[in-house]
């Protein structure tokens, strides 16, 4: 039982390339989200999803899109890298029902936008 | 708005000292409220949650948070920090349906001394 996991740990991108970042979930969790964490800002939400084929916005969307083809997996796509988009990134997710809404966080994936 | 709000960005404590982290949330009703922590260059580590019922709550590590209603607080506390609590504590709030996410605040950077 792996958890959450992300990929890649660390990249670096030029302003205008486009990326994805993976994460993927073995605990079989409906709820999955994903987080930018800035320095002095703690943790804001992008996208989020509450169940395969389900998608939607969070806090600070923009520049972002994700999809939810299969219950473990939510990947992350920058479609045209801005240098404001350098942070770290964290997905999480959770099961459904109201006394087992723990989030399970991932290790993170530190992005530098040059 | 659902906010949190940690009003110590930086906290220093001798180790074997006590220590309060404190935490103020503003929600329509009670919020599910969670402690993470955070070591350097690591993801986020649950410590504690507090869904309903007995207000005081116990954790991981030795930790424990005081749900007070009355003034919107979740206070977290140790009675003696050891030098591997040096770290970034992070208090979170979730509406209860797990749709929208964790509202976290910006975070505690706890300095141990010797």
């Known amino acids: 039982n792996a958890g959450v996991t992300q990929t890649p740990k660390f990249r670096v991108l030029k302003t205008g390339q486009s990326m994805t970042l993976l994460c993927a979930q073995d605990?079989?969790?409906?709820?999955m989200y994903w987080y930018r964490q800035d320095p002095g800002m703690g943790l804001r939400l992008i996208h989020y999803?509450?169940?395969?084929?389900?998608?939607a916005k969070g806090e600070v969307p923009d520049g972002y899109n994700v999809s939810r083809s299969t219950t473990e997996d939510f990947p992350l796509r920058l479609l045209s890298a801005a240098p404001s988009q350098t942070s770290v990134y964290f997905c999480?997710?959770?099961?459904?029902?109201?006394?087992?809404?723990?989030?399970?966080f991932g290790p993170g994936t530190r992005l530098l936008v040059l | 708005a659902q906010s949190v709000t940690q009003p110590d960005i930086h906290i220093t404590v001798s180790e074997g000292a006590s220590l309060e982290l404190r935490c103020n949330y503003s929600y329509g009703a009670t919020p599910y409220l969670f402690w993470y922590v955070q070591s350097p260059g690591q993801g986020l580590q649950l410590l504690l949650k507090y869904f309903s019922g007995d207000t005081l709550v116990q954790g991981i590590k030795g930790f424990e948070a005081e749900f007070k209603r009355s003034q919107s607080s979740f206070n977290l506390r140790k009675p003696s920090v050891h030098w591997s609590d040096a770290a970034e504590y992070f208090c979170a709030a979730g509406g209860g349906g797990g749709a929208d996410g964790l509202t976290f605040g910006k975070g505690t950077h706890l300095i141990i001394q010797p």
């Open positions: 605990m079989n969790h409906e709820y």
């Open positions: 999803s509450v169940g395969e084929g389900t998608t």
């Open positions: 999480a997710s959770s099961s459904t029902g109201p006394r087992t809404e723990t989030q399970y």
